[in-house]
């Protein structure tokens, strides 16, 4: 058995040995370890970090961000360049999609394609500054998507990006929704006891 340092493994795959460390600090691939804890590779982990770098380049990575209202471009442009930057930083390359949207609203028309991208396998990597970027609630619904189709979803957790404006407005249509059932609900039983009381009235005439 063949054994390869980070830095020979490197120039046989084509990679940089940052990448390669990288990689195996966030688990994208791990090395395998000696007895003084230094790093190193054999043939089988060669042919598995090239069939990883063949799946890894027909995906796409996504930057996704995201506003309630027009008012917040200026909190859009943050999360922009903060996405970017860290994206960058990674040696990754990535398309950014910006989208102006209520984070209750799953609807949404760029983040169902979003969606489906990772359910067809088009999506390995996605980006968001905070988890309300991407889902007010149901997060977790989302996460335990990407896992299940093999998408990498990175939360960034800046909470100065994440408009606490925004999550006043979410919370004010929240009451507003259920009032209006609430309402609804009165308007039917009213109406329907209205229908009662003709129903009894008919009924004592006859």
């Known amino acids: 058995?063949?054994?390869?340092?980070?830095?020979?493994?490197?120039?046989?795959?084509?990679?940089?040995?940052?990448?390669?460390?990288?990689w195996d600090r966030d688990g994208t691939y791990q090395a395998r370890r000696t007895k003084g804890n230094r790093r190193y590779y054999t043939d089988e982990d060669i042919q598995q970090i090239l069939r990883l770098s063949v799946s890894a380049k027909q995906k796409s990575t996504i930057l996704y961000c995201r506003v309630s209202s027009p008012a917040q471009k200026d909190d859009l442009?943050?999360?922009?360049?903060?996405?970017?930057?860290?994206?960058?930083?990674?040696?990754?390359?990535?398309?950014?999609?910006?989208?102006?949207?209520?984070?209750?609203?799953?609807?949404?028309?760029?983040?169902?394609g979003i969606i489906t991208g990772i359910i067809n396998?088009?999506?390995?990597?996605?980006?968001v500054a905070h988890k309300d970027r991407l889902a007010r609630f149901g997060f977790e619904l989302v996460e335990n998507l990407c896992k299940q189709y093999g998408c990498e979803l990175i939360v960034m957790n800046q909470e100065s990006l994440s408009p606490q404006q925004e999550m006043v407005e979410d919370l004010m249509s929240i009451i507003h929704t259920f009032s209006c059932r609430l309402y609804g609900l009165r308007k039917y039983k009213s109406k329907k006891e209205v229908l009662k009381l003709v129903g009894n009235e008919t009924k004592s005439k006859n």
Not at 2 to 10: C, D, E, K
Not at 89 to 106: A, H
Not at 121 to 127: A, C, D, S, Y
């Open 121 to 127: 396998g088009e999506i390995g990597t996605l980006v």
């Open 1 to 22: 058995m063949t054994i390869y340092t980070v830095g020979q493994l490197a120039k046989i795959i084509g990679y940089s040995v940052s990448t390669l460390r990288r």
């Open 77 to 112: 442009q943050s999360q922009v360049v903060a996405l970017e930057s860290f994206a960058t930083g990674r040696g990754t390359v990535f398309e950014t999609i910006q989208e102006i949207g209520g984070g209750m609203n799953f609807s949404r028309k760029k983040f169902m």
